[in-house]
């Protein structure tokens, strides 16, 4: 069996991610309950950090904690990758000396070339192109709230070329729900994650059409990191897939709201929806804990099994 990474969705199969956000739930109960698990004593995770975060670093750097592990804060200011080393060098040296890497970066590539020249499962924490443990999240939390999300329909409002976008259209393959995505010309997704799930994903320009009975309904900053400069352009663009009260009206009785956080209110969302009842971004945002756990400990169970 090769090396187990974390990339993408895909990297599971249905089985599998199923197997991890049941795992998730089970984790979060334990720790609920008080009941000491620590099954990563003596083992340690690198975190190699291009871009900042708040829920991405403290969930991974809690969640080693919480199993008994240790990790490694990495900023470019910290490793010779600010420096010019090559990817390939780093990947080669850091992954003798840790059990896993987790990689929050801009480019999918450099994580993926990482992820070939490493020794040890590497985890994607997110890039320009997929966003899969936010997802872990996302589904973990909906399964809670409404249960399994098999048959059901999502909606998400937005950017439709983002990373949140794309690992959702993975998850409705996987899952086997319908993902409408409603996001302008030339906002839409890439053609080829697209292309891979078939009709489980399809565009609805009209978000009214799009929300219309929805049993979930996302979005995410119509603004990521280094967009800065098109920050006007894209408010005006994107102004017509606010998530509102009266969108959320066309939803279906039981829908909730999920955001991946940091929320701009009044722009992507309004404060009545992200901060009303049918809203779970907070849950969402604590599951990133529980999922992750569960994640590092599918990957280095299933790196445990390839070595026997």
């Known amino acids: 069996m090769s090396m187990r990474h974390f990339l993408t969705l895909r990297d599971l199969s249905p089985a599998e991610l199923r197997q991890i956000l049941a795992r998730s739930i089970e984790l979060k109960a334990m720790l609920k309950a008080g009941e000491r698990h620590t099954p990563f004593v003596g083992k340690t995770l690198a975190m190699i950090f291009d871009k900042s975060s708040t829920r991405t670093r403290v969930s991974f750097e809690v969640g ?3 199993f008994g592990g240790h990790s490694l804060f990495l900023s470019p200011r910290d490793t010779q990758l600010g420096r010019g080393e090559p990817i390939e060098d780093t990947a ?14 801009f480019a999918h590539e450099k994580l993926e070339t990482f992820a070939a020249h490493s020794r040890v499962p590497v985890i994607n924490g997110l890039t320009d192109l997929h966003h899969p443990c936010q997802l872990l999240a996302d589904l973990m939390t909906y399964m809670e709230q409404r249960g399994d999300p098999a048959g059901r329909v999502v909606a998400y409002l937005g ?11 993975e998850a409705a393959s996987l899952m086997g729900f319908t993902l409408r995505i409603s996001t302008p010309e030339g906002y839409r997704p890439d053609a080829g994650i697209l292309a891979a799930v078939g009709d489980a994903a399809q565009i609805v320009a009209d978000p009214q059409e799009a929300v219309r009975g929805a049993d979930l309904i996302v979005t995410d900053v119509w603004t990521s990191m280094g967009q800065e400069e098109e920050a006007a352009e894209r408010r005006l663009i994107l102004a017509p897939y606010q998530v509102n009260g009266a969108l959320m009206a066309r ?3 039981e829908a909730v709201f999920m955001h991946c956080l940091p929320a701009h209110r009044g722009e992507e969302v309004t404060a009545e929806v992200i ?13 990133r804990l529980h999922a992750q756990k569960a994640l590092m400990e599918f990957l280095l169970g299933a790196q445990a099994a390839e070595r026997m």
Request: net charge negative; aromatic share 4%; no cysteine.
């Open 251 to 253: 939803a279906g009785p």
């Open 92 to 105: 080669r040296v850091l992954s003798r000396m840790v059990d896993l890497v987790m990689i929050r970066t």
């Open 275 to 287: 901060d009303g009842p049918q809203s779970v971004v907070w849950d969402e945002a604590e599951n």
């Open 64 to 66: 080693m904690a919480q």
């Open 159 to 169: 950017d439709g070329a983002n990373n949140m976008a794309h690992s959702w259209i």
